[in-house]
């Protein structure tokens, strides 16, 4: 049976989480989670993810009202996991996560997470630690029904910044690596090219034919966006490109890719949809 995970990409849209400089939490949390959930859909996973945008789940705008819905979403979907993913703050060094008591059935998976993420930044003090009644009580590790885990890759407010940021990519095959181990799945080298997600020919062609509607009231850089997110879905199935406008410019690919996608990809209720929009807002993260 396919093991089905929820990935928890924490903060996002009006909460930036820890900040320090330029670094926010929601952008370091969500790069992770977006390169691990593709991971695991290579390695046969089902995944479900509480956002893929800088958003927070449902729009939401009030911390409670947010955990909530991480919770529902999880909580619908009937995961076998849910994970949250965060950076810390507060002057300390090093990883650490949070389980129920000490993870319960999936203690040696929570285990093998911090033992691989830790090798980045170290370990802050015990690396496994109670997050549910007993201890911190999380609101994602109390309010879901599964068994769920909340990781702390370590410290945006230290030196432990820089080396989140040198070895950032290899956050998402870390946790792939324990997650596959845990369940007895062969994951393959980190070296080895990520398979690109399959996208259905019909959903491409809908997708291309919304963003056509939308070129007719963006303004003229939006629409160069827009042109790039639509031919990246034509690269994927190898159709022809009639009109490329190029690169969009840093802003309007912002806009574009955690905006209006990520609008467009809630309100979508097909998952072939859905995909399209994953595929064609990732190509416009790449300029970011």
């Not at 705008?61 to 950076?87: G, M, W, Y």
Request: with cysteine; hydrophobic share 40%.
């Amino acid at each position: 049976m396919t093991k089905l995970i929820c990935l928890d990409p924490g903060h996002g849209g009006y909460d930036p989480g820890a900040v320090h400089g330029d670094a926010r939490e929601k952008d370091i949390t969500l790069h992770i989670g977006l390169q691990l959930r593709d991971l695991l859909r290579r390695v046969g996973f089902g995944v479900i993810m509480t956002r893929e945008t800088d958003s927070a789940p449902g729009g939401k705008t009030e911390v409670n009202a947010d955990l909530n819905e991480r919770c529902r979403i999880a909580n619908a979907a009937k995961v076998d996991v849910f994970l949250s993913i965060h950076v810390n703050a507060g002057g300390g060094h090093g990883a650490e996560i949070y389980a129920n008591g000490n993870g319960g059935p999936i203690a040696p998976l929570a285990k093998g997470i911090i033992t691989n993420v830790s090798t980045v930044c170290g370990t802050h003090g015990q690396a496994v630690r109670d997050g549910g009644h007993n201890g911190e009580g999380w609101r994602v590790i109390v309010g879901t029904d599964m068994d769920a885990m909340l990781v702390e890759i370590g410290f945006i407010d230290t030196d432990d910044l820089s080396k989140i940021q040198t070895h950032i990519d290899e956050f998402a095959p870390l946790i792939a690596s324990a997650i596959c181990t845990f369940y007895g799945v062969s994951f393959p080298e980190a070296a080895a090219p990520a398979q690109k997600m399959p996208l259905n020919a019909a959903a491409v062609q809908t997708v291309i034919n919304e963003l056509g509607m939308l070129t007719k009231t963006a303004s003229d850089a939006v629409d160069i966006a827009y042109n790039y997110a639509a031919n990246s879905l034509r690269r994927a199935l190898q159709m022809p490109i009639t009109d490329d406008l190029g690169k969009p410019d840093k802003a309007s690919a912002d806009l574009v890719a955690n905006s209006i996608l990520g609008d467009h990809w809630k309100a979508a209720y097909d998952q072939d949809i859905r995909d399209c929009y994953h595929v064609a807002a990732d190509a416009l993260r790449t300029l970011l």
